[in-house]
């Protein structure tokens, strides 16, 4: 219990240390911090699963959800307001999670992966082939609202910078809470024992079907998010690379704890952001030697790290 206040201390510290930099650091900066954040958001969705035994190569689909239903909303409905697109988008993505969620999981390994996979592609290409979404090119998300106040320029992108922060700190706690409940210990057990779990008269099909959601709805409003950060949405939030690139972070960060993925996404946006000015031909290859080094010395992630030192404190 202990532990999981310290935590919840961390988190609540960690949110408002950002919040305050956000007023005195560079816009380019508060860009990718933004999206790395946001991003990281659908890690935790990626992070979940992994943590119950699945791996998802194809939350980009939940993630394209989100920032589908915000720039479609915008267009199409008239909605201008921040919180009722991220609403909006949760709705849509839980929504498609819940009729899906039926069929994966029933299956798991390999074949959880493949059919998470195929369902992004499916849309995918379903995108590609819409005129009226902007096929290939996607189109440009409007200009939010936040309870009517309508900034514009800088004031835009710090709103835009600190509703990041302060609704990712607000899922980080809830997934913290999550992850130390009755609920987030038997999906550990899942992964450790399916047998056993169901001998104590637990279903862990539905455990992981709840687990499904979760994750649906948290990637959600990470796509949510980055459209708001980016104004544009594309068919490349639902490609297989992006929801690779998820995964790498989810093996970058480790799965021990819930600020994991945000300091693996942030990292990262960061060694990618450099990468690409000082070898833009090869920065692929400068990210693949990075996972490379993080399997073999590792294997559990950086947070593993953090997690030696306490042991060795202790």
């Known amino acids: 219990m202990f532990k999981a206040e310290k935590t919840e201390v961390w988190l609540i510290a960690a949110t408002l240390g950002l919040i305050v930099a956000g007023f005195v650091m560079p816009n380019w900066l508060a860009f990718i911090l933004t999206l790395a954040i ?29 920032g589908y239903s915000v720039g479609m909303g915008g267009a199409f409905l008239d909605i201008h307001d921040v919180f009722v697109l991220l609403g909006l988008g949760v709705a849509v993505a839980v929504a498609a999670a819940a009729v899906l969620g039926l069929l994966m999981t029933r299956y798991r390994d390999i074949f959880f992966a493949m059919l998470s996979l195929a369902f992004s592609m499916i849309l995918y290409g379903l995108i590609v082939k819409n005129p009226a979404l902007g096929s290939t090119d996607g189109f440009n998300v409007h200009a939010p609202t936040f309870l009517g106040w309508a900034p514009g320029g800088e004031d835009q992108k710090l709103a835009l910078f600190v509703l990041t922060v302060v609704v990712a700190g607000v899922l980080a706690l809830a ?32 455990i992981l079907y709840a687990n499904y959601l979760f994750a649906a709805g948290i990637s959600a409003v990470g796509g949510a998010l980055t459209a708001f950060a980016t104004g544009h949405v594309d068919p490349e939030m639902a490609f297989w690379t992006t929801s690779g690139e998820f995964v790498f972070i989810a093996l970058l960060g480790g799965t021990a704890h819930v600020a994991a993925p945000f300091i693996a996404a942030v ?3 960061l060694v990618r952001t450099y990468a690409l000015e000082l070898a833009p031909h090869s920065w692929q290859m400068i990210l ?27």
């Open 38 to 66: 946001a991003k990281a958001l659908v890690v935790q969705g990626v992070v979940m699963q992994m943590r119950a035994g699945l791996v998802s190569f194809g939350q980009g689909l939940f993630f394209c959800i989100g």
């Open 175 to 206: 997934l913290n809470r999550y992850l130390r409940s009755g609920l987030g210990g038997v999906s550990e057990a899942i992964k450790e024992n399916e047998i056993r779990v169901e001998f104590l008269g637990l279903s862990p099909r539905w």
């Open 267 to 269: 990292l990262f946006a």
């Open 288 to 314: 693949g030697f990075v996972l490379l080094g993080i399997i073999v010395f590792l294997p559990k992630g950086l947070w593993s790290l953090v997690a030696g030192k306490r042991r060795a404190a202790a």
